[in-house]
């Protein structure tokens, strides 16, 4: 009898109708062919997504930018609190306010069990190399946590230019050798330097968010199965991608059994410590 086999996403969001009605949306809306929102998804929705792919795990990402949180870390503590065994917390904090961020990610990790932070920087328009980052990469490094990170271009109505690997997630990497970074969506059209930048510190890694599995660049999958095997994690970037949708042609991809289950499972269980 077949293993079944474990899944985590770590890169998902429970959306609100404020985060996906924010006008930086509007060209994602209009590639899913969905219109505004007048009240939040249902999170029966969002699991039954989950459910549909084998999903047996959830990283809820929280969202903080200039004008304030479009998912908030109490929404997303409420949702881990309501489906403990389905979710867990990836906190985002105010970088205008270094201490008051601080703070908010220690009660959030400390006290509410978050497995880290996620900070996008193109909702900012901040690389990060910006020093707003670096108390955060501070706290984060002494919690022993992740931060995750978007790379490549942006989809949503924003500057891509933060999204570049080279310099920004390199310089970081330099900085805080510690630091453990989870890059997000692959990092494209930049792929290749997004590998080097993996390659080169020991504590960055790369997440599939945003891409199926029939889209992975060559180089990226040529990684996967070779020095990059424990470097690569799945995710989805729900709601933007269904979970099924995202792992369509992962078969065509002829990764190995111990390549698959590090992608999809093993890789993220040690980084975010989940056992």
């Known amino acids: 009898m077949a293993v079944e086999q474990k899944i985590i996403d770590v890169w998902m969001q429970q959306p609100t109708r404020e985060f996906v009605n924010h006008p930086m949306f509007a060209s994602l809306r209009r ?3 969905m219109g505004l929102l007048e009240e939040d998804l249902p999170v029966e929705w969002t699991l039954d997504s989950m459910d549909q792919a084998g999903v ?24 881990v609190e309501a489906h403990p065994d ?51 990469y501070a706290r984060c490094v ?13 989809g949503p109505l924003c500057p891509s230019e933060p999204g570049r690997p080279i310099p920004y997630i390199d310089e970081v990497a330099i900085d805080f050798p510690e630091l453990k970074m989870v890059c997000g969506h692959i990092g494209y059209p930049w792929t290749q330097e997004m590998i080097a930048v993996a390659t080169k510190h ?44 995202c792992l369509e042609g992962l078969d ?17 269980a040690a980084v975010f410590r989940l056992g």
């Open 31 to 33: 590639w899913m062919g």
């Open 56 to 79: 047996n795990l959830g990283l809820l990402s929280a969202w903080y930018g200039p004008a304030g949180p479009l998912i908030s870390n109490e929404q997303v503590a409420a949702l």
């Open 86 to 136: 389905r979710f867990k917390g990836l906190a985002s904090v105010n970088l205008w306010q270094p201490m008051e961020a601080i703070r908010e990610l220690t009660h959030y990790v400390k006290d509410m069990g978050f497995m880290g932070v996620r900070q996008v920087q193109w909702f900012w328009n901040l690389p990060a190399t910006d020093r707003h980052y670096y108390p955060l």
């Open 142 to 154: 002494e919690l022993d946590v992740p931060i995750c990170f978007q790379v490549g271009h942006t």
């Open 202 to 245: 020991p504590n960055v890694y790369i997440d599939t968010s945003a891409y199926t599995a029939k889209r992975f660049p060559p180089e990226l999958v040529h990684y996967m199965k070779t020095n990059g095997k424990k470097k690569v994690m799945f995710g989805t970037n729900y709601p933007m991608i269904p979970h099924a949708k």
């Open 252 to 268: 065509s991809l002829e990764l190995d059994a111990e390549v698959r289950e590090l992608f999809l499972y093993r890789n993220a």
